[in-house]
């Protein structure tokens, strides 16, 4: 008798053995290290992911396919905001239509003076065909500018507005309204020099589109010198790519789109320019390459100038936002600005309390434009980008508005150091967005790995390999930065102090209904 119930405690032991081996203990193990499902929700756990990436960022995900397209289906990548009306849409249709057929018919009138001008000078200007087309990608793109982002994830007109600035016949091109601006002169004694100076051109498109061209100036190998201040750093045109790929990755939405292409330098540049100042900086190097500088006496100089091999030449095309007077925006100084001096230092940097302040003043003292912040300095600390000194919103948005990521060319400098000062918002305020958490989380996982989506995002782009094999490795590394400054927090101040839900009501009355 006693050994029939010896032989059944057994066998019911093996059986309970084997359950767990195999069946509770993989589930357990799927639940602690994959993202689940319902973590799209603002109340969700954040215990389904570790702080830190401690898994081995070398292992290959065991899921075939597209690790980027993975991503963009994740739940998290697919929130929906609340419904557009019209106070949540940057423009309205018959509003932006208007602006544009009589920016149009202005340019025509313009453009034939111009070529009558230049034929009186013996000079032929190209006679381009301008086709205005309501449905152009350029102007899909203004229309979907809303409360919440630049572009939805599910817009298709972004891919097609890559597209038309890759391959899109030039029809004029002009130094841009700040380098207009200064008017040929520059103060060569100051340490900072005014943003006219860095060689740019605003190139026009045959659809009407508009897209800011910069040219390559440094090698996708080479490195930022050490000794190099933040203030005087190369102005990358593979940067500005690879941050338009960024902060789509990371769902900011916040970049307008760039890409990659190479422009030949006399055909689509010099001989279509209506600017005589523009064509007066052209000249032909020693090697028979056409090259040209800019405008700012400081860099008017053959040393500084760029050149075509032999007339073509690589750069970002970076899309232009509506104009000032159609979408107003203000540029406001960053709160964690950087002293743009040899040896001054703000006060953020002496005093670590200084969040503190911050949060008392307006307009960071309610709504969302602290955690805004926070996202950004996220977003520049992975591309490593210690210029920015502004930041930009829409004026009709209000208080709760995103915050423009542009001019972001002085990224992806130095793959092999990471400057924390740069997230200093996240660690003297300790705080951080729901769901900007969860995205980030999420790409220190191997499956969506964000060196790998990276990797696949730029490979898309003409002037593939956008970005160096060290410089996406560094991204990995910075994410777990990120990720532990976050949980040094979370052990401090609790998860409800540190992680705050999506979408704070501004306790202040603006002309915003968010």
Known sequence: MRRDRLLVAVTLVTLLAADIHFILLPRFRAWCHLPRES????????????????????????????????????????????????????????ELMNYCRRKVSRWERLKKFYIEAAAASNITIPDHVVTFDPGASWLQFHLGISRYALYSGEDGSIDRLLRDMQTATVISAD?????????????CSQVVKPSGLHLKLALKLQDFGKAMFKPMRQERHEETPENFFYFVDFQRHNAEIAAFHLDRVLDFRRVPPVTGRFINVTGEILDITHNEELRSVFFTSPANNTCFFA???????????????????????????????IAPRISIPNPWIRAYSFTGREEWEVNPLYCDN???????????????????????????????????????FGDDGFLLHVDNARGFGRHSHDEMSILAPLTQCCMIKRSTLFRLKLLAQSEYRLSDVMRESLSRDPLTPVLTEDHLQALDRRLGQVLRTVGKCVKKLGEPQVVITDFVESSRVTTSHR
């Open 295 to 325: 405008k700012c006496l400081y860099v008017c100089k053959s040393e500084y100038a760029v050149c075509g091999h032999p007339d073509l030449l690589e750069g970002s095309m970076s899309a232009y936002l509506p104009g000032l007077s």
């Open 39 to 94: 973590c799209s929700c603002p109340n969700s756990s954040l215990e389904t992911v570790p702080w830190t990436t401690s898994q081995n960022l070398t292992a290959v995900s065991s899921e075939p396919g597209s690790k980027l397209e993975r991503l963009f289906r994740h739940p998290l990548y697919n929130i929906r905001p609340p419904e557009l009306g019209p106070e949540e849409r940057l423009l309205q249709e018959d």
């Open 175 to 187: 130094f841009t309204q700040d380098e207009k601006a200064l008017k040929g002169a520059c103060d």
């Open 358 to 396: 911050v949060k008392k003043l307006y307009p960071y003292n309610s709504g969302n434009r602290l955690l805004n912040i926070i996202d950004m300095a996220i977003f520049d600390f992975l591309t490593g980008n210690m210029d920015r000194h502004h930041y930009e919103i829409f004026t009709k």
